[in-house]
């Protein structure tokens, strides 16, 4: 007690000690590598063992990826109750958060084969062994999405094929309706449990962190820290490079609103997102401000941002895009156009199908890597990173929601072009102030 008062402990957040054994874990690896490195016998041991911190992590994200996804995709779906839900409303947006995703994970792979932030941390021991998988013909990958043995997909992480099954399984609990309450129950409290998980792995994320980091900096010294901050330029000139190419055309022609008014009220759950990384920190703000300032309806605003906060995930998607031709590029692998093309397919269904839980685009990220037999040890070198570059990936995810729930309503006839937002001047303002005072006069007598 102090002057009567409890003095208050300060309580570091999670991404606050994983940034500090990020810091840790590169100290003590450039201070092995001044010492000689992994040419010495006992800092080869020691870096061993660091490795093997490293390695737990990711073995931890790569087993609950897959029940993950299978169940989150099937819950998140079957809450939707009737078919007839999906049609109009559901149908456009669901098309809206595909294009801008794919689109934003196409900006994604130009800024990073323009500054290519992977070259000159060669893993020369991996060049040799590394063979990217060849990706499959346009009809061949379609086919290849319907599962011939759903076990199989299961135990080989053909995570295409198990979002196809999963959707299948939703669209049958939601047309058995009543008959299917406790399957729809059992899936909802199995994705609850994949949550939980997810929040015990993030516990031992500075672990890992620490461990990767110290490896890779005693391995590789000092060459790799431009890299990172590269790979830190690339994903955030990717995201405003979206912004201006995407999200502006769409306001100006598709809702037809004038888009710096528009994102000026956007920008205060813009910085919600950025600030706490979590979009459903800034869905209150985003639900407020659209019926209020924004001119969306309640039904639109309603059904396209809750859905968007879970499914629209435009920054992660071009972070996809960035970690698998980062990887290829450290490997000194060239990713072909028709590689490149199906990366994009992928991870467009991966974003817009997964639950927006903490961390998950680590988790999909070396999915990815893994699938197309890219070296996973390159997650390492992002972990620590990864709380700065979700920061502008939570943001832009939630930007897009706004952005797709005014295209929507505009396209359904439903968005009120006089909201205050759209007020050009002061003198408009003080006018529409006027008449409401008015009204309200009126009204009283």
Known sequence: MEN???????????????????????????IFSFLGGRDVSWIAAICDFMSFLGNVFIHLIRMVIVPLVFFSIVSSMAELKDLKRLRSIGLKTILLFTITTALALTIGLVWVNIIRPGDGVVLSEAVDSVTVTEMPGIYDTLLDLIPTNICEAFANGSMLQIIVF???????????????????????????????????????IPVGVFGLMTNAMATYGTSILGNIFKFIITDYLSAFTHLLIVYVPL??????????????????????A??????????????????????ISEETASFVLPFGATANMDGTGIFFGLI???AAQVAGVQLTIGQMASLVLQA???????????????VIGTTMITTMGLPVEVIGLVTGIYRIIDQIHTATNSTGDLVVAACVASTEGTLDRNAPAYVSDKK??????????????????
């Open 4 to 30: 009567g008062k409890t003095k208050k402990k300060h309580k570091l957040k999670m991404w606050q000690i994983i940034l500090l054994a990020l810091v840790a874990g590169i100290i003590l690896g450039l």
């Open 166 to 204: 999963s959707v299948f399984v939703a669209v049958a609990i939601m047309l058995l309706g009543d008959k299917a309450a406790k399957a729809e129950r059992a899936f909802k409290m199995g994705a609850t449990i994949m949550y939980k998980i997810i929040d015990i792995i993030v516990l031992y």
């Open 251 to 272: 306001l100006l022609f598709v809702a037809k609103v004038n888009p710096i008014k528009y994102l000026k009220v956007a920008f205060e759950s813009w910085l919600v």
């Open 274 to 295: 950025f600030s706490t990384c979590t979009s459903m920190a800034a869905l209150p703000v985003s639900m407020k401000n659209a019926k209020n300032k924004l001119g």
């Open 324 to 326: 698998v031709v980062f």
């Open 348 to 362: 467009t269904l991966l974003s817009v199908g997964c639950a927006a839980v903490p961390q998950i685009g680590l």
């Open 428 to 445: 408009e303002c003080g006018l529409m102030d006027g008449k409401v005072k008015q009204i309200a006069a009126e009204a009283k007598e």
